[in-house]
């Protein structure tokens, strides 16, 4: 079992998102016709004839707006593919972090408590546990933020326990 744990979007926050986004457009929900969308509800790909939704998500300010922080510029909005009705949700039982490609690169993004981020680091996967691993060692860093390079989106939060 991995070190830290991924979490996936909460299931308030998309139900939200599945009725008005964060960029504050209307979810449009669709069938993913060939599957692999990256779903952020679950954290597995989507498979094929399943409906799923590309939704604009802003994962530092909903955080921040729990925690008091505020993370003024770092705040994003970028896209995240969800399920159009809710699922199963995510099981932190699996062996890899999600979306673990060999070769695949990710950004590992990390942030304070008081939102601001505390630097970054380019990982080629697998790799994110020694990420975790280095980013924690800052008793300053709150949270971790993994996004995909190719596209920005972000994949998955890991926190401080």
């Not at 409906?51 to 922080?69: E, F, K, N, Q």
Request: charged content about 30%; some cysteine; proline content about 7%.
């Amino acid at each position: 079992m991995n070190h830290y744990t991924p979490r996936a979007v909460e299931p308030a926050v998309l139900a939200e998102l599945r009725s008005v986004d964060d960029a504050g457009r209307p979810c449009v929900p669709y069938t993913a016709e060939e599957g692999g969308e990256p779903l952020r509800c679950c954290l597995r790909r989507a498979r094929p004839g399943e409906r799923v939704a590309l939704v604009a998500y802003a994962p530092l300010r909903r955080w921040a707006a729990a925690t008091g922080a505020a993370p003024g510029a770092y705040d994003e909005v970028g896209p995240v593919f969800v399920h159009a009705k809710e699922c199963e949700g995510f099981d932190a039982n699996g062996e890899a972090y999600p979306f673990e490609r060999a070769g695949a690169l990710r950004t590992v993004r990390r942030y304070g408590a008081d939102g601001r981020i505390r630097g970054g680091r380019l990982v080629e996967l697998p790799g994110l546990e020694e990420a975790f691993d280095q980013a924690f060692a800052d008793p300053a860093v709150a949270l971790v933020h993994v996004r995909a390079v190719e596209y920005g989106c972000f994949h998955f939060e890991v926190r401080r326990d």
